[in-house]
């Protein structure tokens, strides 16, 4: 149980190009999701929370009008990636829970941007 | 500010033997705190949650310590094989059990 699916896996375009991220939990409804940031041998940083059907809350220093962040149901949410610049380039990965239970993880997406 | 520390440098063990990660904080009070596995190109996969009223907990081959006075926690991986070779990282919440903050990670890598 606890399954989250994130796609795509890998993604790599031109500057300047949007990219669009989904992070769907398959076997439970998610009261809320989170998208975190990885940099090469580094942890994860959170970017944002979302709960749905309200505007997600952004940690301090990630641009809300650059990842637009949208949770439309209980089990998808979705990361835009605007206007991507080479230093967006990242390995984006979302998680889920219910209620007070423990986060579960996407695959994450490695994006990539030329 | 609040810290989570855990050994950058990997850790090397010969299989068959107990690994220990070992995971500090400074200017915390977590309510709880997790233990996750990942891979390489991986998301982390979930392992232990132990709360601030629980010294110890064990799951199969894991075992983790909390020690609120020390701040810190001990994760062991008794019986270690190569399959257990992965970056553990630990997670404190921010007291309002909603969100996870991230150590660095500590590389394990078990020979066989």
């Known amino acids: 149980g606890a399954v989250v699916s994130q796609h795509p896996s890998w993604v790599i375009c031109k500057s300047g190009t949007s990219v669009k991220i989904e992070c769907r939990s398959l076997?439970?409804?998610?009261?809320?999701m989170f998208w975190y940031r990885q940099f090469p041998k580094q942890s994860l940083m959170l970017m944002a929370t979302s709960n749905e059907g309200s505007k997600a809350t952004y940690e301090q220093g990630v641009e809300k009008d650059k990842f637009l962040i949208n949770h439309a149901s209980l089990t998808l949410s979705t990361l835009t990636v605007t206007s991507a610049h080479p230093e967006d380039s990242s390995f984006y990965i979302c998680?889920?829970?219910?209620?007070?239970?423990?986060?579960?993880f996407g695959d994450g997406t490695r994006l990539s941007i030329l | 500010s609040q810290k989570i520390e855990q050994n950058s440098e990997a850790l090397n063990i010969q299989e068959g033997k107990t690994a220990t990660l070992t995971c500090n904080y400074t200017n915390y009070s977590p309510a709880y705190l997790q233990w996750y596995r990942q891979d390489p190109g991986r998301g982390p996969v979930f392992l232990l949650l132990i709360r601030e009223n629980e010294k110890e907990k064990r799951k199969e081959r894991l075992k983790v310590t909390f020690d609120t006075t020390l701040k810190q926690s001990l994760f062991h991986i008794t019986a270690s094989q190569p399959a257990d070779s992965a970056t553990y990282l630990c997670?404190?919440?921010?007291?309002?059990?909603?969100?996870?903050?991230f150590g660095g990670g500590t590389r394990l890598m078990v020979k066989p």
């Open positions: 997670a404190l919440d921010n007291n309002a059990g909603n969100m996870l903050t």
């Open positions: 076997d439970f409804q998610a009261t809320t």
């Open positions: 998680s889920a829970r219910l209620s007070n239970q423990p986060q579960h």
